[in-house]
């Protein structure tokens, strides 16, 4: 060790004390570092990954979003839940029959309603318990949410950990099919398994954008 031009010299004992000192630091900066910044990042991902929708995704401006939900429910099976605990507090369902003669294939409950950032908290929560319990019956959800705001789609997928599938590009609208673990219900497209698409149409924030779930079934 030199402090100027001056030769120091320091007994075993220094050295080792010195050597215990900088591992102390060592450890202590790498505890920081993982133990305080890693959660604090995670936190951030399990936020945007908890509401994986159009308003909290943070790729938006817009307050509010219109959106459309479709139960399809094979030979008339309709969980007890989808009239007790409904997406939003003031939702009404609308019921139809699917029938081949005289005989119920299945039953269609669907809603529509503009919501804000809140509601949709609450309704991707009913939408992660509704999925599994039509899933014990072979039903379906399809919800359809569209903001009056062109979107960066692909800063959606990446925030979100969506697999593109397949894409279109056709004048000022791209349309993206992909697969986002957070997102039970799912289709096939081809060869390809879906269960978001995206359409975004417009020029930098100009425009509308649809988050279909798992398909589009309306026209954009």
């Known amino acids: 060790m030199f402090v100027g031009h001056t030769k120091l010299k320091l007994s075993p004992c220094t050295l080792i004390i010195m050597t215990l000192i900088v591992f102390t630091l060592t450890i ?6 993982y133990g305080a910044e890693k959660p604090i990042k995670d936190s951030s991902l399990v936020v945007q990954q908890t509401v994986p929708l159009l ?3 943070g790729e938006v401006q817009a307050e509010e ?3 459309s939900i479709i139960l399809w429910l094979k030979n008339g099976n309709i969980p007890k839940g989808a009239w007790t605990k409904p997406p939003t507090p003031d939702w009404t369902w609308t019921y139809n029959e699917l029938k081949v003669g005289s005989e ?3 039953v269609t409950l669907s809603g529509h309603q503009m919501i804000d950032k809140n509601e949709e908290i609450d309704l991707y929560q009913w939408y992660t318990t509704m999925s599994r319990e039509l ?3 072979d039903g379906m959800i399809y919800i ?7 979107m960066d789609i692909s800063a959606y997928l990446s925030k979100t950990n969506a697999y593109p599938a397949q894409w279109a590009l056709i004048g000022n609208m791209i349309s993206i099919a992909a697969y986002q673990n957070s997102f039970s219900t799912s289709v096939l497209a081809g ?5 978001i698409q995206l359409l975004s149409r417009g020029k930098n924030n100009e425009g509308r954008t ?3 779930i798992p398909a589009l079934l309306k026209e954009f």
Request: net charge negative.
């Open 28 to 33: 202590g900066l790498v505890s920081i570092y």
């Open 55 to 57: 308003l909290n995704s």
């Open 65 to 67: 979003a219109d959106i």
């Open 104 to 106: 119920l294939v299945a």
């Open 135 to 137: 899933a014990k019956t």
């Open 144 to 150: 359809d949410e569209r903001v009056d705001q062109a």
């Open 191 to 195: 060869q390809d398994r879906i269960n």
């Open 210 to 212: 649809v988050l279909a």
